[in-house]
């Protein structure tokens, strides 16, 4: 399962997302009929070796699909059953954190003013997002990009990797692409102190943060 996680997020994620549950590029996969379906790799594995519409093909071995699969399978578990929790917990409930300890989780352990200012950036978030959508930014903000720089001058925001192949698009919206093997380059993506943030969470941050958030 460890080694699928790491295949997915090198080759998959990008269209995909990091959590499987899709992304501008590809489906939702922990609701796929397909993967729900599968059994060590049986489906996925011819699936990813063909390709299938835009999704390339990946010259995968069995064992690796399976490895591909058991990530998925763990995904697919471990999404739905958050979803519907948060599904029961409703919007009412959403509205029961109290602002001021969000304010401290943000200050302090949240580490959130060290990228956000609430009167820069999130000013106003209230009036961009509804209830909802304004959580689940606040959890997998889905405008973040990833920079990209190659050396030895040459910057943009991260548009497609795998494992040999990188691309960005530039300040004048180009797109390039290197094989890796060509290059030296650093990916700095902020937006992964969301990801490493979500298992630190209690349901009460969670509440209050929302809270906060919801006076800007
Ligand atoms: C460039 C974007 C891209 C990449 C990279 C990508 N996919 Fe896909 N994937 C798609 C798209 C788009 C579809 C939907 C294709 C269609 O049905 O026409 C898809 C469909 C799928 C499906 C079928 C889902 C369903 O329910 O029909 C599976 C399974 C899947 N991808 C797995 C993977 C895996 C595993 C990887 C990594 C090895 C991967 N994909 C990499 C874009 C991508
Ligand atoms: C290491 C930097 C970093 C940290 C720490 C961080 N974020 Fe973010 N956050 C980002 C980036 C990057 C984005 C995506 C780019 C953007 O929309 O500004 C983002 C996006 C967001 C968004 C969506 C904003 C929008 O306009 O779409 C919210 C809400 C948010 N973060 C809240 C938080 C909260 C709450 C915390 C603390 C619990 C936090 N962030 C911690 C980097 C960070």
Redesign the pocket.
């Known amino acids: 399962m460890e080694r699928g996680r790491e295949r997915f997020q090198q080759s998959c994620a990008f269209c995909h997302g990091r959590d499987a549950t899709g992304g501008e590029g590809g489906p939702n996969l922990t609701r796929s009929s397909v993967v729900a379906k599968d059994a060590d790799g049986e489906t996925i594995g011819p699936l990813v070796r063909a390709g299938r519409g835009a999704m390339p093909r990946f010259p995968f071995t069995d064992a690796e699909a399976g490895e591909l699969s058991a990530f998925l399978h763990t995904q697919a578990v471990k999404l739905n059953s958050e979803e519907s929790q948060r599904r029961k917990i409703g919007l009412s409930d959403l509205m029961t954190g109290d602002a001021k300890a969000g304010a401290a ?2 200050n302090g352990t ?3 003013a ?3 200012s609430p009167s820069g ?2 000013a106003g ?1 209230k009036r ?2 509804g209830a909802m959508e ?1 959580e689940r ?2 959890l997998y ?5 990833a920079m990209v720089k190659v050396r030895p001058q040459i910057e943009g925001t991260l548009a497609y990797e795998d494992e040999f192949t990188l691309s960005i698009t530039d300040s004048k919206g180009w797109n390039r692409s290197w094989s890796k093997s060509e290059i030296t380059y650093v990916v700095t ?6 990801r490493k ?1 979500l298992p630190h ?1 209690s349901n009460a941050d969670i509440h209050n ?1 929302f809270a ?2 919801e006076t800007l």
């Open positions: 989780f943000f949240g580490q959130c060290s990228c956000h950036d999130l978030l961009r997002y304004l930014q606040m903000p889905e405008h973040a990009r993506d902020k937006a992964e102190a969301h943030l969470y943060l906060y958030l």
